[in-house]
Every structure is written in C-alpha cells, then in structure tokens.
C-alpha cells in the first residue's frame, strides 16, 4: 500500500495514511527524503488511534509491540534532528544508507539502529540481524580463528550483506568529523536559498525549497530539491541539459515508485498519486557536497539562472 504525498510536499499525507491503515497492517514506512525528518508525532498519534485494529501475526516481534511497527526508511537522513532528538530515536526501527553518495560513507552498505522492545532483548534482535546478514551463520569470520572455535551452524537460508572491517573503519573515521559535514551542507543550502530566493524575487518565478532548518528542526542536508513553478518535465529536462553543458551537474530526485515498471507491474498508477507526480515534473536537484567551494556554490546559482532563463524563453 502507497499513499500520496502532501501537496508541495515530499512527506506522505497523514490524512490518506491514517485511511489506508487497516486490520492487516503491520507497519508503517515513512522516507526522511534529503535528510528531512518525517512528522514522527503524528505518525505515531494516528497508530495509536488506530490500535484497536491491530492484528499481530505469530511473529514474536509483532506481538511485544503490540501495535503497528515504524520502520523509517532515514537512508538520507543520519545525524538530521527535530525537537532534541536525533534520526534513530523516533520510529522503532531506523535504517541508515552509507552508500558512496551518502553524507558518510563506507562505499556501500548502512545501518539499523532500534528502541527497546517489551519483553525482547536487544542482544537477541542484533543476534537475528547478524544470522539473516551471514548466510543465517552461527560465528563469523573472526570468531572461527579463536582456538578449537572453528565450529559452526547456518540456521536457515539468509543472506550475504554484512559490512567488512575495512567498510566500518571507513565509516567510524568520518565519524569524528562529522558534525562539521552536516554544518558545512547546512552553510551550501543557505547559499543556495539565498540565490534562489534572489532569482524568484527577480524573475517572478515561484520556487521551491525544503525547510531544511526551522526552530525546531535542521535536516542533515543531503540533497538540494528544487521545484520550478509553470514548467514541464520536457521543460525541466532541458533547463537540467543546459547546465551539463555548463559542466554542472543537477540531478532528478525522485521518480515516484508508481512511474516505475516494478510498481506499475505490481497495479500502481501514478494518476492515483497526482501530488507525487505534480512535484516529479519539475523538480531539479542541485550538486550538494562539502567540497563545493563559495566560486562553486556562486557559479551553480548563476548557471540554473541563465538556464531557467533560456528554457523559459523558448517556451
């Protein structure tokens, strides 16, 4: 089940999420899209309205929660913060992307981090992850080499997704700097609000940005959406090859899930979901990385002005 987002908005619309919830729903998936935290209150308000229809399965983990499990989906959105607490302290569950393009990286893999679980202890949960990441392994690599441990069990079919030592050193090293990444993405996005708000201002033409800082919250700043009032796809496109040519670099992020062959494959259709479409049309992602330097921040801004000029022009 997919909902719609809010209009001129990338999080869902609470009001289709509280109507979708039903007795067979078992978790709620919200995305922190670009490191925006979700309305984790209202989420975790309309499960609790909606209680009294929760079924839980046999499933262990279904029945000591004892109502609808939150699973954030906060790939972009390590080290964001809303009303004094961090990504990972608000769903019950939160996973983590430390892909090469992520604010820190390990060159791929990620993390899931959890609350505690009445009735349910926390070594056991990091046990279960650690068998389904390990072909359902009993002992890793390391533990074999200890002396006469070389035995060991595979428990059930699973997978091969553990991070290595090597990919975890990675990740740990930039942990000690990254305070300073996330304040240095916030110092570009204020750049680049600044520009935008200049060119709209100068040009009448509406556009939009997230709320990557307000009083309560600050984001983790990991992409630069950008939404151009009045222009189309085909418009959007252009304005985005106009600027490769100008040897910078935007982006489209995302397509929503129905516009893809698996989800259409599966009966979604994006006319049902006409709030993500409105958005996809003519959204433009700026570069955003902590290299970028003031000339760089300055020259992008020019570049997408001279381009919203030219397309716009010709249309």
Not at 115 to 124: F, Q, T
């Amino acid at each position: 089940m997919l909902v719609d987002t809010q209009k001129d908005s990338l999080e869902m619309d609470y009001e289709q999420l509280e109507q979708a919830v039903t007795p067979a729903t078992k978790a709620i998936m919200p995305v922190d899209v670009a490191g925006v935290l979700c309305d984790y209150e209202k989420i975790f308000d309309i499960i609790e309205k909606k209680k009294v229809l929760y079924q839980p399965s046999e499933n262990l983990y279904q029945k000591a929660l004892g109502r609808i499990l939150v699973l954030a989906d906060s790939a972009h959105g390590f080290g964001a913060e809303k009303e004094g607490k961090r990504s990972g302290q608000w769903a019950d569950f939160t996973s983590f992307s430390f892909h090469a393009v992520k604010n820190l990286t390990t060159a791929e893999g990620g993390a899931v981090v959890w609350k505690p679980l009445n009735g349910i202890d926390s070594a056991e949960i990091y046990r279960e992850y650690m068998l389904l990441s390990l072909h359902g392994q009993t002992k890793d690599a390391l533990s074999k080499t200890k002396a006469g441990a070389w035995e060991y069990d595979i428990l059930f079919p699973a997978y091969k997704c553990n991070m290595t030592d090597i990919q975890a050193a990675i990740g740990l090293a930039q942990l000690d700097r990254y305070e300073g990444l996330l304040k240095r993405r916030q110092e570009i996005i204020a750049a680049y609000n600044a520009g935008m708000d200049k060119i709209a201002e100068e040009t009448g033409i509406k556009l939009y940005y997230l709320p990557h800082k307000t009083e309560s919250a600050v984001s983790s700043g990991h992409l630069y959406l950008l939404r151009v009032d009045g222009i189309t796809a085909e418009m959007r496109n252009e304005i985005i090859q106009y600027m490769g040519e100008k040897g910078v670099a935007a982006n489209v992020h995302y397509k929503p899930l129905p516009l893809l062959t698996a989800y259409k494959n599966m009966g979604f259709d994006i006319e049902n979901y006409p709030c993500a479409k409105e958005q996809f049309v003519n959204e433009i992602s700026l570069p955003l990385h902590t290299k970028l330097t003031e000339d760089q921040i300055t020259y992008v801004i020019q570049i997408f002005r001279e381009a919203l000029n030219v397309v716009k022009g010709r249309n």
